[in-house]
């Protein structure tokens, strides 16, 4: 279903083009576009940090796929969240596993890769994992948004993914954390606990620690070595 060499050329304007145009548009414009273009061959990517994309995907078509990298690294409270989503949404989720499992990736890297090389883990753990799905689907959407980091600043609605040669779809891109705050809040939607308990922004529990008060929401990913596991990196 990826989308072939030859047809790369078309849909990467049709990105641009669709960008460009939908660019002011609100999420659920943005989502619908995906929906009535791609059908079943998008998906969207889960961090269940929190359920603000998932309820506004899952309204726009029911039983949306919804991709979660099960690293083998996450908080409790994270899988629970998957769990209680799962349940929620009208959806069809997908957990993901790595090719290894923690015990054979020590084996063979031997243990604690993600303090020693934390790109080599989750090139392991999540790049590799998301780029064998999406070989799945032609589009892709995410909730990144553009004030997290210097490197989402660009993020267009609707973009081209020259690393997969597919459409990435960043709805909430231009959302601020006041409107995500005020959508949660008026839409009840799912939150991770962890969310309320000093970490606004979630990975895996050896690379994710507590933000402090008034920080930088990424600040508490991979002890301010990176702050961006390469998934959303060109």
């Not at 619908?32 to 998008?42: E, I, M, P």
């Not at 409790?76 to 209680?84: C, G, M, S, V, Y």
Request: with cysteine.
């Amino acid at each position: 279903m990826a989308i072939p060499p030859h047809e790369a050329a078309r849909f990467e304007a049709l990105a641009l083009q669709a960008g460009e145009r939908l660019e002011g548009e609100s999420p659920k414009v943005i989502l619908s576009w995906v929906a009535d273009t791609f059908g079943d061959r998008w998906c969207v990517a889960a961090s269940m940090a929190d359920a603000l994309l998932i309820d506004m995907a899952s309204a726009v078509m029911p039983g949306v796929h919804v991709v979660f990298l099960d690293t083998g690294y996450h908080f409790a409270e994270t899988l629970a969240t998957r769990d209680r989503i799962a349940q929620r949404y009208p959806i069809t989720l997908h957990s993901i596993e790595p090719r290894q499992t923690v015990a054979q990736q020590d084996a063979t890297f031997g243990p604690r890769l993600h303090d020693r090389d934390p790109d080599a883990c989750c090139s392991l753990r999540k790049v590799e994992p998301l780029r064998r799905t999406l070989d799945g689907y032609e589009a892709w959407a995410s909730g990144i948004r553009r004030e997290e980091t210097a490197s989402r600043r660009l993020a267009g609605v609707i973009e081209w993914d020259r690393k997969r040669s597919m459409v990435k779809v960043n709805p909430l891109a231009a959302w601020t954390q006041e409107q995500v705050d005020e959508y949660t809040m008026a839409n009840d939607v799912e939150v991770n606990p962890l969310v309320y308990d000093g970490f606004p922004s979630i990975g895996c529990a050896p690379c994710t620690r507590r933000v402090v008060e008034g920080g930088d929401a990424r600040s508490g990913r991979w002890t301010g070595t990176k702050n961006e596991c390469g998934i959303h990196l060109d």
